[in-house]
C-alpha cells in the first residue's frame, strides 16, 4: 500500500534525526553550527546504474551513506551528519521503505553521523539514493587529489581492491561461483572460509542473505562497502594528495597523477586483494579487472618517504591493513609495473561515465 | 551524442565553481569556512513528478535551484552556495546539458550563490535534479514553522497564490487557454498583456517559447518560482513563525498551526492572486483549487500585529507585495472565511504525497 510521505519521515527517519539542528525533520531547513571548516560531499546512486534492483534494500541504503562517508574518511575528515534525498519509485513496495530507515539508522549510528533532513519524492522510474554527508577535518588541511608531490610513497588503506567488481560478478551472474573455486584446495579452502565469517562484522551479514562465506565477503564488498573511519586519522596525519577509490584504483591514481601534474607508479604485486580475489587471479583470472573495476571504497593517499616509519607504527596501533603499493615521480600518467619492472599493459582504464545520448 | 562525465563537469560545471572552496569541482569534497550558524536545505524534482518531459530544460534547471532557495529565503537565510546532483536519462541529447548549465549558472549569479560541488550520473529512469543549498541567517535566530504565537498577524510575501497551479493546468493541457479569457473585455486584457509583459524580468523570457504575457505569466509561475531575496530580509527582521508555501497555502498553513499548536484564519479576500487568476476566478473558477493548489514558492510568516506599521514601511523600501491574509488563535487547524466571516469548506487540502505501492 503506497504510504504517506508525512507519516514516513515522522515515524521512520525522525528518530535518525540525533541532532539539535535537525529540527526533528518537522522543519524545512537545518541548522548547522559550525566552528571552521566543514567538508562537504554529495553522492547518488541510482537502481540500475550502481546497484541492481534485486539488491537487498538494507544494502542500498548502507551504499548509499557509506559512498559518501568513504568520501569524507579519504579526506582525513570525521563524519558528523548527512542529509538523505530519496526518490522512490511508485511501483516499488512502500513497506520496504521501513527496512531502509532500520539499515540506515544502524549505519548512521555505527559511523556516528546524525540525519540532519533531506527530501523524499515519489517517481516514475527506478530508485535513487542521494546523500550529502558533512565532516569535520582532524587535521589542520584537508589534502586535494592535487597534492601529490614528486618522491612520494603512494598508499592504501582501509581495504582490498576487485573484491567489490568481483561481487558484482557474482551478483549479476556474469560469473558464477565456481569461478571462484577453481584448482582450490577443499580443506584450505573451508578453513579460509571460516576465517573470513570470523573476520565479517555484523553489519554486513544480512537477514536472509546467506552465502558462502566467501563469496558473501565478495558480495558484501559490492554491496555494502567496507569503509573504515579510522582511516581518516592516517590521512589526517599523514597524507599530501588523498582520494578514495571508487572507479577502479588505475582510474583513480590517474586523476591523481593528472591533478598533480606527476607520474604514479604502481607495484602490481604490493596491491591488496583479498583471498579469493587472488586465488582467482591466480587460478587464470585477469588481475587486470581487479585493478579497473570500480567501488572499492578504499582510501588512495600519497606521503613523504619520511614517514614510513610513522606509518608503520599507525598500521600496528589501529589494526588497519595499511599498503605501500608504489611512488610518485615526475611525469605523467600511470603505470602498473609486473615482478620485473615492465609496465603492464592496460586498455580500458575503469568505469567509463557518460550522459545521455 | 553520449557526453563524458568528466568533459561536463570541466566544461560546463566548473566556470560555476566561483568559489575557493569548490576547488573547482576538481576534487571529491568541497571546503566551506563558517563562522556561526548555517541554514541547510536540499530539494529534489523528478520529471513526470515536479515538472514535465517537455518542459524546458532551461527552466527545470531554475525550477531545481529555485524550489531551494525558496526555503532558504523563507527562513531568513541569506543563501550562498549549492551542491548540483544532476541524474541524466540515457535517451535524452546529451546537448541539453550545456543549456542547462548555462541557465543554472545564470540564476546561480542572479541569486549571489556559488555552486560548490555536486554528483553526475546516468539513469535509465527520467530526470532528476536535486540541490542542496547552503545561507547565512540574516538575523539572530532561524524561525520555524513551529513558532506561531496566539495573536500573530499571517502575513504573504513575495509572490502570489494560485498561479503556478493554473499555469501548470495550461501547460498539461487541463485547462485551455480560453478558459482564462471567459468574459474579458479585450481592449483592458491587452493593456494587462503589456503591463505584465513590461512587469516581467528579463530572466523569466524563454528564448524559444513565445506566450500571450498572461499565459506566459502562469506558466513561468509553475515553470521557474518567481523567489525574491529581498524576502528574507522581512522573515529575519518580522517572523515569528516561516515557512515556503509549496505544497499549497491551505496545506502549508495546516502544517505551521499543527507545529504550532494554534489555529490560523485566512481572510479569502485578502489572498494575493495574478490579475488571471483572479479573472478567473471572477467568471466561474474555483477559487478553492488556487489555494490548494501547490508550487506557489512564496513565504508565508506570522508575526506580532505590533509589527504592522514596521513592516507597512518595509513593503514600500522594497517594492515587496506584503499581504495580511489573516491571524493566529488558539486552537487548531486552518479556516479560510469568507467576505460574511463563514468557513469556505475544503475538501482536498494540497497535493497528496505518497510514496510506493
Known sequence: MAANEFQIIRDLFAPLAT?????????????LEARGALVVTTDAIVEGVHFLADDPIETIAMKALRVNIS?????????????????????????????FAE????????????????????????LMVSITAFGEPLGARTPARADAKVGDDVWLVGGEIGSA?????????????????????EELAQAESRALADAMPDYLTLPGHKF???AAWLQSAYLS????????????????????????LVTD??????????????????????????????????????????????????????????????????ALRLSRIGWVEAGEGVQVLDATGAAVPIVSAGYSHTLGR
Open 19 to 31: 541532532h539539535a539542528g535537525a529540527r526533528a525533520l518537522a522543519d524545512d531547513v537545518a541548522v
Open 71 to 99: 568520501d569524507l574518511v579519504a579526506k582525513g575528515a570525521k563524519p558528523t551528519a548527512a542529509l538523505l534525498t530519496l526518490v522512490w519509485p511508485k511501483d516499488r513496495p512502500s513497506d520496504q521503505i521501513a527496512v
Open 103 to 126: 539499515a540506515l539508522g544502524r549505519d548512521l549510528k555505527h559511523f556516528g553521523v546524525a540525519l540532519i533532513g533531506g527530501d523524499t519524492t515519489s517517481t516514475p522510474g527506478p
Open 165 to 185: 567488481w568481483l561481487g558484482l560478478q557474482l551478483r549479476s551472474g556474469a560469473m558464477a561461483f565456481d569461478d571462484l573455486r577453481r584448482d582450490r584446495d
Open 212 to 214: 558462502d562465506a566467501e
Open 225 to 248: 562497502p567496507f569503509v573504515r573511519l579510522e582511516c581518516a586519522d592516517i590521512v589526517a596525519r599523514f597524507a599530501n594528495a588523498s582520494m578514495d577509490v571508487s572507479d577502479g
Open 253 to 318: 591514481a590517474a586523476k591523481m597523477a593528472a591533478a598533480s601534474g606527476v607520474a604514479i607508479r604502481i607495484s602490481a604485486n604490493d596491491i591488496p586483494f583479498s583471498i579469493p580475489a587472488q586465488r582467482w587471479a591466480f587460478t587464470g583470472g585477469d588481475f587486470r579487472k581487479l585493478i579497473t573495476g570500480g567501488d572499492d571504497y578504499v582510501v588512495l593517499f600519497t606521503a613523504p618517504r619520511e614517514q614510513r616509519e610513522a606509518i608503520a607504527a599507525a598500521e600496528r596501533d589501529q
